[in-house]
């Protein structure tokens, strides 16, 4: 039974092996030259200086001849020795395919691994810096806050050329793609860092001007959030359950991320009181993170209520709109009279989401070329419109559980937009919006917690890295986002 011991041994253990048996044997070589050295030196002059006619003793010249005839065949002995541990060697580093020093090539998952990892660090990253800019532009002139601003714009750019190869790559690019994202990444993060330190010194040279900038968002905040708890009761019922349910969770999101921010805005303040100024800019930059995306979930409940307005007023239009094209289309889509007629119902029926009823209206003529004119058009952007801003807020405020996917789909769906494309670029940020729903589930719903620790952790407030929920994200890179670390 082979040992353990060597079956765990590393191919290069091997490899170390051979050159220490191929130095041993240089070194017997070289120590038998040396010792054959003085009889060399000896037995030249003794030669030389014996007179020819005198007979020698017998016995002392046969020693000198026998030293001497020892000294070829060691030397051959030697220098074979040599060149067969030479040869040694060279085969056992030929057989392992690589020097020892050189590093393994990634295999194509590990590479795979690796851009899905630098993407939603990335992206995690400029999140984040673009959250904390409007509390900095509070206590900060424009010119002042310029550059980091700037680096905000690099860094965003940068990380959707990555997400923009990450896309051909799926489509089937080969993965000469790979590292392309990874250095795009690399680069929107370097920016970030590089900015990070410069920040701080503007933000934190006295804390309780932040404090005070802090507490006056949340407050504002707080009465936004209860008049969208009242905006969500009228969505209910005029639109129906599903869009209420929709518009509910976001609002039922934002109050968790107050409370949290209350408790945080106790701490910075306690800490000011107390001159703890490192405590108190860590309690506070958590709190400024979780008003931040507080009010993310606010807007989108104001926004969503705009654009189901907007989308019931247009409703009979694109149905009458687009019942014209499909009359002189040639041949009709198949299932598009179907779908016009159970949408004609709905208007009749009861609460509906016109929204979703322009979507499907739009999608079911989206290859008639009428269908990209007049109403249909205004119709289908401003379906795209609601579906981005819809997968963009749940991806903001969840990304501590969401993957490269969704965010890569969403990149997708902004390009596509803006190309424009919009009956594509909803169905982009729909898909966008399943995967992230799919992997929050995946993650797990947070529990009910008092400070609402587990929703800042879930939103990427919070890093996750300690059991009080770890150290608040910063502007920055991957390098500097997460400076502010107890100790």
Do not use: K
């Not at 926004?303 to 041949?331: D, H, K, S």
């Not at 016109?354 to 499907?360: E, F, N, Q, S």
């Amino acid at each position: 039974m082979t040992s353990s011991l060597v079956r765990g041994r590393p191919r290069h253990a091997t490899a170390h092996i051979r050159v220490r048996v191929a130095h041993a044997l240089v070194g017997a070589v070289a120590g038998a030259g040396w010792l054959a050295i003085p009889v060399l030196a000896a037995q030249e002059p003794a030669t030389a200086s014996a007179p020819r006619t005198t007979a020698a003793p017998a016995a002392p010249r046969d020693d000198e001849s026998s030293a001497v005839d020892l000294i070829l065949p060691v030397a051959v002995l030697g220098t074979a020795g040599v060149v067969a541990a030479y040869s040694y060697v060279r085969r056992g580093r030929r057989a392992s395919g690589v020097a020892p020093s050189a590093p393994a090539a990634p295999t194509p998952a590990e590479a795979d691994r690796r851009a899905r990892a630098a993407l939603v660090e990335a992206d995690d990253s400029v999140r984040a810096s673009e959250e904390e800019l409007p509390f900095a532009a509070a206590l900060l002139d424009e010119r002042t806050l310029a550059p980091f601003r700037h680096a905000v714009h690099t860094a965003r750019t940068e990380l959707s050329a990555a997400f923009a190869l990450w896309h051909r790559y799926e489509e089937g690019e080969p993965g000469q793609a790979l590292p392309g994202i990874v250095g795009r990444c690399a680069e929107a993060g370097r920016v970030l860092d590089a900015r990070a330190g410069e920040l701080d010194r503007l933000r934190w040279a006295e804390v309780g001007p932040a404090l005070e900038v802090a507490e006056g968002a949340f407050r504002r905040l707080a009465a936004r959030a209860a008049d969208a708890r009242a905006t969500v009761t009228e969505l209910r019922e005029r639109y129906g359950p599903s869009v209420g349910a929709r518009v509910a969770g976001c609002a039922e999101e934002a109050m968790d991320r107050l409370v949290f921010a209350t408790a945080r805005l106790n701490e910075a303040r306690r800490a000011v009181d107390l001159d703890e100024q490192g405590r108190a800019v860590r309690q506070l930059r958590a709190a400024e993170g979780s008003v931040a995306q507080a009010g993310i979930l606010v807007a989108g409940v104001d926004r969503t209520a705009r654009r189901l307005r907007e989308a019931a007023a247009l409703v009979p239009a694109t149905l009458t709109g687009a019942e014209a094209v499909l009359a002189t289309a040639a041949p009709a889509p198949s299932g598009a009279d179907d779908t016009l007629a159970v949408v004609r119902e709905e208007l009749t029926a009861g609460p509906y989401d016109p929204l979703d009823a322009l979507r499907r209206i739009t999608r079911a003529l989206a290859r008639l070329p009428g269908a990209r004119s007049g109403v249909l058009d205004t119709a289908a952007d401003l379906v795209a419109r609601a579906a981005v801003g819809e997968a963009e807020d749940f991806i903001s405020v969840h990304r501590g559980a969401i993957g490269a996917d969704p965010r890569s789909l969403l990149a997708a769906a902004v390009r596509t937009l803006a190309a424009p494309h919009p009956v594509e670029a909803a169905v982009l940020a729909r898909r966008a919006l399943e995967l992230a729903e799919r992997d929050v589930r995946a993650h797990g719903l947070p529990d009910s917690d008092t400070q609402g620790t587990a929703g800042a952790v879930l939103g990427g407030v919070l890093l996750g890295e300690e059991p009080d929920g770890g150290p608040p994200v910063t502007f920055g890179g991957p390098e500097t986002r997460g400076r502010f670390r107890t100790g």
